[in-house]
C-alpha cells in the first residue's frame, strides 16, 4: 500500500470516528505530516482524496475545516462506513444491504418494463451461467454481472453508477459479504428473474429481485454472526 494510501486510511477514520468535529480546523499539513511520520507530498495526496470525497474544507489562505460526513459524503464514503478498522459495522452493512434489497427490486421492475430483446436474451443467459458454477467467488462475479445488466435494462442511468461505484468494494470484500454463498440455491432464483423480465411481468420481477436479495441479506447476517 502506498504512504499516501496509510495516511489517507488513517485520516479519513478519525473524520469517520468524530475526533475531528464538523466545522474544526485540521493540524496543518506540516503537523499532520510529523505527527504521522510520513512526507508532506504523502499528506497533502491524503487530504486531496478526502477533498474530493466532501469531508474537507480547503479554501487559499485558511486551514482546512472538516466538514459533515453525513452532510456531504457520497458513496464513496459506505464501503469505509461498513468496514472501520477492518471489522465490520454489522450496523451500516444492515443499511447496505437493506437499501440493495429496495435497489435491486425496483431495478427488476423498471427493467421489465423498458429491456429490449437483446438485453432479455442476455439476463436468460446469465441465469444460465450462474446456475452452470458451483463456487461462489465465480457465482458472486456473475451476480453483479446479472445486475449490472438489469440496471442497464432498466434504462436508469443513476442505478447505473450506483453499481459503478459500489463495484470495487463489492469484490474487495466478497469475502466477507458471501452473497453468493450457496450458488446452487439461487439458481432458480436469477432463472425466474430473467424470464419475469423477459416476459414483461414487472410485478413478477420485482418480487423476485426482492426475494433473491433478501435470502443473500440472511446468509451475510448468519455468516457474520458465527
Same mark, same amino acid.
Given at each position: 500500500?502506498?504512504?499516501?494510501?496509510?495516511?489517507?486510511?488513517?485520516?479519513?477514520?478519525?473524520?469517520?470516528?468524530?475526533?475531528?468535529?464538523?466545522?474544526?480546523?485540521?493540524?496543518?499539513?506540516?503537523?499532520?505530516?510529523?505527527?504521522?511520520?510520513?512526507?508532506?507530498?504523502?499528506?497533502?495526496?491524503?487530504?486531496?482524496?478526502?477533498?474530493?470525497?466532501?469531508?474537507?474544507?480547503?479554501?487559499?489562505?485558511?486551514?482546512?475545516?472538516?466538514?459533515?460526513?453525513?452532510?456531504?459524503?457520497?458513496?464513496?464514503?459506505?464501503?469505509?462506513?461498513?468496514?472501520?478498522?477492518?471489522?465490520?459495522?454489522?450496523?451500516?452493512?444492515?443499511?447496505?444491504?437493506?437499501?440493495?434489497?429496495?435497489?435491486?427490486?425496483?431495478?427488476?421492475?423498471?427493467?421489465?418494463?423498458?429491456?429490449?430483446? =437483446?438485453? &432479455?436474451? *442476455?439476463?436468460?443467459? @446469465? #441465469? %444460465?451461467?450462474? $446456475?452452470?458454477? +458451483?463456487?461462489?467467488? !465465480? /457465482?458472486?462475479?456473475?451476480?453483479?454481472?446479472?445486475?449490472?445488466?438489469?440496471?442497464?435494462?432498466?434504462?436508469?442511468?443513476?442505478?447505473?453508477?450506483?453499481?459503478?461505484?459500489?463495484?470495487?468494494?463489492?469484490?474487495?470484500?466478497?469475502?466477507?459479504?458471501?452473497?453468493?454463498?450457496?450458488?446452487? =440455491?439461487? &439458481?432458480? *432464483?436469477?432463472?425466474? @428473474? #430473467? %424470464?419475469?423480465? $423477459?416476459?414483461? +411481468?414487472?410485478?413478477? !420481477? /420485482?418480487?423476485?429481485?426482492?426475494?433473491?436479495?433478501?435470502?443473500?441479506?440472511?446468509?451475510?447476517?448468519?455468516?457474520?454472526?458465527?
Amino acid at each position: 500500500m502506498l504512504v499516501s494510501d496509510q495516511v489517507f486510511r488513517t485520516l479519513l477514520e478519525a473524520l469517520l470516528a468524530g475526533r475531528y468535529a464538523p466545522g474544526e480546523k485540521l493540524p496543518t499539513q506540516r503537523a499532520l505530516a510529523a505527527d504521522l511520520d510520513v512526507t508532506m507530498s504523502s499528506v497533502r495526496e491524503a487530504l486531496k482524496r478526502l477533498e474530493q470525497m466532501g469531508l474537507l474544507d480547503v479554501r487559499q489562505g485558511d486551514a482546512m475545516r472538516v466538514r459533515d460526513w453525513r452532510a456531504h459524503g457520497g458513496l464513496d464514503v459506505v464501503a469505509h462506513l461498513v468496514l472501520r478498522s477492518g471489522a465490520v459495522d454489522p450496523g451500516v452493512l444492515g443499511d447496505v444491504l437493506e437499501a440493495r434489497e429496495l435497489m435491486l427490486r425496483e431495478l427488476a421492475r423498471l427493467a421489465a418494463q423498458r429491456r429490449d430483446d =437483446a438485453e &432479455a436474451v *442476455r439476463l436468460v443467459e @446469465l #441465469a %444460465a451461467t450462474f $446456475a452452470a458454477t +458451483d463456487d461462489p467467488a !465465480a /457465482a458472486q462475479a456473475i451476480d453483479f454481472a446479472f445486475f449490472a445488466a438489469v440496471a442497464e435494462a432498466a434504462r436508469n442511468i443513476v442505478f447505473v453508477l450506483i453499481l459503478n461505484a459500489i463495484r470495487d468494494a463489492y469484490f474487495a470484500h466478497a469475502d466477507r459479504v458471501p452473497v453468493t454463498a450457496e450458488p446452487r =440455491a439461487l &439458481a432458480p *432464483r436469477y432463472t425466474r @428473474l #430473467a %424470464a419475469a423480465i $423477459a416476459r414483461r +411481468d414487472a410485478d413478477e !420481477a /420485482a418480487a423476485t429481485a426482492f426475494a433473491l436479495a433478501a435470502q443473500q441479506t440472511a446468509w451475510v447476517r448468519e455468516a457474520l454472526a458465527r
